[in-house]
């Protein structure tokens, strides 16, 4: 194979690991384990602590000490045995710490894929601005292909997603050996300080009023981009309650409507560089919370039957308010940074809102669902995505008054061309 469909196999099955599973466990865990919400809640807690703890680590091996592609398979066959471990577990303690495990060797390697590919790309002369995102847009495939396989194979709430996740994780553990070298760049000083090393120096960003502002209102969208990963699936699977709705499709193939979402995604980043020029970052941003609003919203009143248009707009406004806030937020720090810490920056970006954002969203959503919203084992999702929804909109509000950002069209086409 040449070098970029050899890439493009590394990214579908980068993406089809998470997506054998992160859509689905929900399932897993009420409709089969009988398991309760607010341990639920810390299990996608996970995600947001190994963001928070793991990449920064990968780096510092990958800069100094072991190959990247190594490194790459090495995390993702130990990562596959966690996930292969998990059917075996029979309490909600112990899946949390092999799950948080697997986590721990998988997040890293979502930053370590965009690392590896982009030097075999470079080190090949390929143009990576124009090579790599078709690359990246097999990732998405591969997401919806694992989704549509545990659908489709009958697994929605079996154990053999883990099966079919760990399976793929071992695959690209091993494929990524025969990858070309990734040797160690050594990019950090031997006599750098700690705090450097672990890309913490972008910190001192929050010094500045408007940098600070950016990265807590990173910290609370965070929180919400997770959730209807978190409970979409169980959230349409649980329409079975309703006699009505028992045999519908939307109950049935669940997972399937839900990668309406990840199509949508692939389809907004390119509508991007156009919302970008004509409204600015700031204007992007608040859009973006505003589609959150309306992405929840629009599930709360949403139904098999006379409301599945409702459920179907809510998958495809996703990708508006996915796309428009990670890469709107990405392009702001990009513009407003000193080039020496803007890849910290970028890292700090992804903590505050991958890391902390989705930590406590995890944990607090799980909780107060748990608390509120759940009455003898039956969850209120009408009144559940409203809260959502009041979240997101309370968020768009305080942004628009409080964080002031000049439309400067220059900013813009730099970054994108």
């Known amino acids: 194979m040449n070098i970029k469909n050899r890439l493009t196999l590394m990214s579908f099955l980068q993406f089809f690991i998470w997506g054998a599973w992160l859509i689905t466990v929900g399932n897993y865990w009420f409709a089969t384990k009988q398991w309760s919400g607010a341990q639920f809640g810390a299990i996608f807690s996970t995600l947001g602590l190994s ?17 990247a592609e190594k490194l790459y398979g090495i995390l993702h066959i130990l990562g596959g045995l966690a996930i292969a471990y998990l059917p075996q577990v029979d309490n909600p303690t112990s899946f949390y710490w092999v799950i948080f495990a697997a986590m721990m060797c998988y997040m890293p390697t979502i930053s370590l894929s965009n690392s590896v590919a982009y030097n075999i790309l470079k080190n090949n002369n390929f143009d990576v601005i124009k090579v790599f995102p078709p690359i990246r847009v097999w990732g998405t495939v591969g997401f919806i292909a694992a989704m549509w396989l545990t659908n489709l194979s009958g697994n929605k709430a079996s154990a053999n997603m883990f099966y079919i996740s760990a399976f793929a994780a071992v695959a690209l553990g091993i494929y990524s050996f025969t990858l070309p070298k990734c040797p160690p760049q050594k990019l950090i000083d031997e006599d750098a300080s700690l705090i450097k090393k672990l890309g913490l120096d972008a910190f001192k960003l929050f010094g500045t009023y408007k940098m600070a ?23 349409l699977s649980e329409f079975a309650n309703v006699p009505k709705y028992a045999d519908s ?11 309406i979402s990840q199509v949508s995604e692939t389809l907004f980043i390119l509508a991007i560089p156009f919302f970008l020029k004509r409204f600015g970052i700031k204007q992007v941003m608040l859009i973006s919370m505003l589609a959150w609003v309306l992405r929840f919203g629009l599930f709360a009143y949403g139904d098999p039957v006379g409301g599945l248009w409702m459920i179907v707009m809510s998958c495809i406004v996703y990708g508006m308010a996915f796309d428009f806030f990670n ?23 992804m903590m505050m809102s ?35 929804a009041g979240y997101a909109l309370v968020i768009a509000i305080a942004f628009a008054i409080l964080f002031k950002h000049k439309h400067d069209p220059k900013d813009v086409e730099s970054v994108i061309h």
């Open 51 to 67: 963001s928070i703890i793991m990449p920064a680590l990968t780096g510092i091996i990958a800069d100094r000490f072991l190959n």
């Open 213 to 235: 502002l950016f990265f807590i209102f990173s910290m609370f969208l965070g929180g919400a981009l997770q959730l209807t990963n978190m409970y979409g699936d169980t959230y």
């Open 249 to 259: 499709f939307v109950v049935k193939y669940s997972t399937i409507i839900m990668s």
């Open 327 to 349: 890469i709107s937020g990405s392009l702001f720090i990009e513009t407003s940074t000193d080039s020496k810490i803007r890849s910290s920056a970028q890292g700090l970006f």
């Open 354 to 388: 991958n890391g902390f954002g989705a930590f406590f969203g995890g944990l607090i959503s799980g909780i107060v669902i748990d608390k509120y919203y759940t009455i003898n084992g039956l969850r209120d999702w009408h009144n559940i995505w409203l809260a959502f």
